[in-house]
């Protein structure tokens, strides 16, 4: 499966499979709205109902829904598809690269290695493990890559990482807990030039006494990379669980202050019934969703594409039985 390279049919047919719990619940209303062929004052009450059930939010389900009433659709196959491009517009304003590795135009040329990545989000959100995920999606198109187990607040969380880089034979730098996760990620730095890595994946707390020791921490950690990486970080990639719903706004705004975060990883996709939260995210922060999680094993990883999410959980659950 293509990760870094562009969506292939494998991709699409992985993320249109874990949408199938969020097509069947929240967003399998919408597709029965479209069974009339005329439109009602309950269609736009119940899309309304719809959207932000979904954790799409009250004001970008408001915006959306203004504007396809203002396009005046005559027939519930116009007004569906109207929906879509509305939809996917939202998605697609927030498309445009932030970072230097991931939604930039084919034939950009790469920074020198090792490709830094920062990988940020709260615990529970899946972040060690797409971390893990990463690695095996470059180690498929042959990269050799380290991983800095710094979020060394948690000892799980720095055995989980080198757990996978066991079953997955990658490089992980650790110290023992309680260490200074900016040292880990300045030694990770150094052995990663050191031994010809091409891409180094530094795992960051998610956790700390409060929000601002937390942030503090991800502040420094970035400052140490921008010293000792002289363009910083190539890639921020913030971590949300699909299932947290309106709290992932939250968390989207916090670290986007403190880490300036340049793209957005979907985990747990496969498990929600909701997941209008990334519509959300885009048009409060205009980050770019880059990846969604599709599953448990290693490889459930696929590239995230505005408008095959949308035609997807548009789509009629009863029709992809077919």
């Known amino acids: 499966m293509r990760l870094f390279g562009g969506r292939s049919k494998e991709s699409e047919q992985a993320t249109d499979e874990a949408l199938e719990r969020t097509r069947r619940s929240f967003f399998g209303r919408v597709a029965g709205l479209f069974v ?91 972040k060690t493990t797409a971390i893990g995920r990463l690695a095996h999606a470059y180690q498929q198109e042959g990269r050799r890559v380290m991983a800095a187990a710094g979020d060394t607040f948690r000892a799980a969380a720095i055995e989980q990482l080198q757990e996978w880089g066991r079953r997955l034979e990658f490089d992980v730098v650790a110290q023992g807990p309680g260490a200074d996760p900016a040292a880990v990620a300045f030694d990770a730095i150094g052995a990663a030039t050191a031994r010809g890595h091409d891409v180094l994946l530094i795992d960051t707390a998610g956790r700390l006494q409060n929000k601002q020791n937390l942030m503090d921490e991800l502040s420094k950690v970035r400052r140490v990379i921008e010293r000792h990486v002289e363009r910083g970080p190539d890639e921020v990639l913030l971590v949300l669980d ?33 997941g209008g939260i990334v519509f959300a995210i885009a048009r409060e ?33 009863a029709a992809t039985e077919a």
């Open 285 to 317: 922060f205009g980050l770019p969703v880059r990846f969604v999680g599709t599953g448990q094993r290693e490889g459930d990883l696929a590239p995230f594409d505005p408008r095959s999410f949308v035609q997807s959980l548009l789509a009629d659950p």
């Open 36 to 126: 009339a062929s005329d439109i009602t004052a309950d269609t736009w009450d119940s899309l309304e109902e719809v959207l932000i059930g979904a954790d799409a939010g009250v004001q970008t389900t408001l915006e959306v829904l203004d504007k396809v009433r203002a396009r005046n659709p005559k027939r519930t196959d116009e007004l569906r598809a109207m929906l879509a491009e509305e939809l996917t517009a939202i998605l697609a304003s927030a498309d445009a690269p932030r970072g230097r590795l991931w939604g930039l135009p084919e034939g950009d040329a790469e920074p020198d290695k090792p490709l830094v990545i920062l990988v940020v989000g709260v615990n529970g959100s899946g």
């Open 242 to 274: 699909a299932s947290t719903g309106q709290n992932g706004l939250s968390q989207a705004q916090a670290f986007a202050e403190s880490a300036q975060v340049t793209s957005v990883m979907l985990t747990k996709l496969d498990g929600t019934a909701k």
